[in-house]
């Protein structure tokens, strides 16, 4: 078994670092920011192939993950994970690639997809993951790296999870944010989730019952550093979501979130290379905005690659 250090502590990583740890690596992620500070915290996180490349392969990562969330949701208050019902409007299941096939809840309506699916209350999964690291054997330490081949000191791979960090870290000019602004109100009883997105826009509408909070979105604005709330993008995002549900206008607003989806040219990058100074790096970036949702298929590519 070799001694692999994984580079970012999101759900990327923390997955990725599970599932080496479980199969008996010494395993430490090392991680600038705590598992609540970084973009995964943010996420909406309702399971779906969302902004993400390349389709071939996003297929049988999603299902993977999917089958493994539907077992996690068995615990809702201990994984975060819970199955819950909802509208995608606008989706038509022909225009779908082949996984669609597989997912049992899809159901074809007038106004859209309707479907049962895991969605995540991200605080709270994240704490999970890093308490099944620690159980397995890993390490959780927070600190920086200069460089990709100094986090291999002491290691015999290093596995790269760092999301955008990985446009100045590897470095990849492929890797651009989506940028993402949320905002959080008291929930006025809503228990089912909404989507409606059109690719060519920027502004999407979205809402997420989660626990203590109704999530509401959001932008998908390409290019975008900026990771401070806007105040009038949040005013058009609850106008938005209360086109479709009225309630929502009069819900208290309790907070407001930015997260930058890592997205990358080409799309998801799993691969290895060697290091300049002995051993491997294996790179596991690129997910857009569904790292959540193909967050164990892609581990188990990434840590196929690590022996």
Do not use: K
């Not at 819950?84 to 074809?108: F, I, P, T, Y």
């Not at 600190?143 to 990709?148: E, I, R």
């Not at 009883?189 to 019952?209: H, R």
């Not at 930058?260 to 080409?266: K, V």
């Amino acid at each position: 078994m070799s001694d692999v250090r994984v580079v970012g502590g999101g759900v990327m990583g923390l997955t990725t670092a599970l599932v080496l740890a479980q199969e008996g690596h010494r395993v430490r992620v090392v991680s600038a920011d705590p598992a609540s500070a970084t973009t995964s915290a943010v996420a909406g996180a309702l399971w779906w192939p969302y902004r993400i490349e390349p389709l071939d392969l996003v297929g049988d990562w999603a299902l993977t993950t999917l089958r493994w969330y539907e077992e996690l949701a068995a615990r809702p208050g201990e994984t975060g994970v819970r199955l819950v019902g909802g509208l995608h409007r606008g989706e038509r299941l022909a225009a779908l690639g082949s996984w669609a096939g597989q997912v049992e809840s899809l159901v074809q309506s007038a106004e859209g997809l309707r479907c049962r699916l895991p969605l995540l209350d991200m605080p709270a999964h994240l704490r999970w993951l890093e308490d099944r690291v620690t159980a397995a054997g890993g390490t959780l330490e927070r600190g920086t790296v200069a460089s990709l081949g100094a986090a291999a000191d002491g290691a015999d791979v290093v596995v790269n999870c760092t999301g955008i960090g990985a446009a100045s870290l590897v470095p990849d000019a492929g890797v651009r944010p989506v940028r993402g602004q949320l905002v959080l109100v008291e929930n006025p009883g809503i228990e089912e989730w909404f989507t409606e997105a059109d690719p060519a826009s920027s502004e999407t509408t979205y809402f997420f019952p989660q626990p203590g909070r109704l999530v509401l979105g959001g932008t998908a604005v390409a290019g975008d550093w900026s990771t401070v709330p806007d105040p009038d993008t949040a005013r058009a995002i609850v106008e938005r979501c209360a086109r479709v549900r009225p309630e929502i206008a009069g819900a208290r607003i309790i907070g407001h979130r930015v997260g930058l989806r890592p997205a990358r040219e080409g799309g998801v990058r799993i691969e290895a290379e060697p290091l300049p100074g002995g051993g491997r790096l294996v790179h596991n970036y690129g997910h857009g905005g569904a790292g959540v949702t193909v967050a164990l298929g892609c581990a188990r590519a990434a840590a196929a690659l690590v022996d």
